[in-house]
């Protein structure tokens, strides 16, 4: 993609929401559109210094919003951006500090679905950061929460699915899942149960492929493909792993 072109629309709408903010600075919406704004933007930039910068002044105003009655959304964004927080510190080596952000990122998101459970696919968000620090927790050597966190992030991702039916991309989420749990079962010494996991993700890989619109579009085709070649290499991996 044209990421010149997207980081240039992205400092236009930061300085866009900014100047609102400014013009109105008792809107609590106003500002927390700033906030996403530098938020987007540092995105774009997660690879530059100025990446980790941007963050930094969505997570103040946001730190600022916080101290006010707090709103879904408020929370919400805050979730996000420590999320990336965790991200941009994983990549720069500090696992310990990723692993952090990304139980701040779980607890908001738990703050919201218990206060605000209607609020948009919030279960399935939580299914999300649950594995996101499942995987985090496993890269820092913390096995034993990694499998805990992996477990309730697959019960977040089913009870999502009993109230609504899942989208593509929560489908695809939960497939993902199974086969980061698989890791974790094999690394604790599991492999019975890292196979049935397995086998999990590849009945819900299938059943995607039986989308039109998810088998015609030829990148999400093309990662269907990659991650069944994938379950059928862990998959004798965990029969070797048995023998």
Avoid: C
Wanted: net charge neutral.
């Amino acid at each position: 993609g044209d990421t010149t072109g997207a980081i240039a629309s992205a400092e236009k709408s930061a300085a866009l929401f900014d100047a609102v903010a400014l013009a109105r600075p008792t809107e609590r919406i106003d500002r927390l559109n700033a906030a996403m704004g530098h938020r987007v933007l540092s995105f774009y930039l997660q690879n530059e210094p100025r990446g980790r910068q941007e963050l930094d002044r969505a997570m103040a105003i946001t730190e600022e919003l916080m101290r006010g009655a707090t709103i879904p959304q408020i929370l919400s964004e805050r979730s996000i951006e420590f999320q990336n927080l965790g991200f941009i510190r994983a990549r720069a080596g500090d696992r310990a500090g990723a692993t952090t952000a990304h139980e701040s990122s779980l607890a908001l998101l738990t703050d919201i679905l218990e206060k605000f459970p209607d609020y948009a696919r919030i279960r399935e968000r939580v299914g999300t950061a649950s594995g996101v620090l499942a995987y985090s927790l496993f890269y820092s050597g913390q096995l034993t929460r990694a499998l805990e966190m992996g477990q309730a992030s697959l019960r977040h991702y089913a009870l999502a699915s009993q109230a609504t039916a899942p989208s593509v991309q929560a489908q695809r989420n939960t497939a993902l899942m199974w086969i980061r749990n698989a890791d974790f079962q094999l690394a604790a010494g599991d492999p019975a149960a890292a196979q049935s996991g397995l086998a999990e993700a590849r009945r819900i890989h299938t059943g995607l492929l039986e989308i039109a619109t998810y088998r015609e579009d030829p990148v999400t085709a093309m990662e269907a493909l990659a991650g069944l070649i994938r379950l059928a290499g862990e998959s004798n991996d965990v029969r070797q792993a048995e023998r």
